[in-house]
């Protein structure tokens, strides 16, 4: 088992700046690659943001390329996603979750996921 847990969000005014972080404890987290995904009230979960397993290849959403920087410290068990010039749009749960399939969009492909921060942007 691979236990996550997100962390940095909270409420911040559009345009602004927040970066999350899921720290990861259980198996070898260097074996997985990591997304995060988000999910507002209504609505389906939504692909944001994923990262090889040494970090060298990420991708994006449309939605977030260019505002978006996904990142990892595989030393210490850390993944990071830099949200820059944030939009109303962008409030929603953050999920992190890790998979053995690189660069998947899919949630049903990630094995482990964590319970999710809240990013609010405000007008």
């Known amino acids: 088992q691979v236990h996550l847990v997100e962390s940095g969000g909270g409420l911040v005014q559009a345009g602004g700046s927040l970066r999350l972080s899921c720290a990861a404890s259980g198996r070898t987290f260097s074996n997985y690659a990591m997304g995060w995904f988000r999910q507002a009230p209504g609505r389906e979960r939504e692909f944001v943001s994923a990262?090889?397993?040494?970090?060298?290849?990420?991708y994006y959403a449309d939605s977030v390329k260019g505002r978006f920087t996904i990142s990892r410290d595989n030393a210490k068990n850390t993944v990071y996603l830099q949200m820059n010039s944030l939009e109303t749009e962008d409030t929603a749960v953050y999920y992190c979750?890790?998979?053995?399939?690189?660069?998947?969009?899919?949630?049903?492909?990630?094995?482990?996921w964590g319970q999710g921060t809240q990013v609010t942007v405000s007008s």
């Open positions: 990262i090889s397993r040494s970090g060298g290849v990420t």
């Open positions: 979750a890790a998979s053995r399939l690189s660069g998947s969009r899919l949630n049903s492909e990630y094995e482990y």
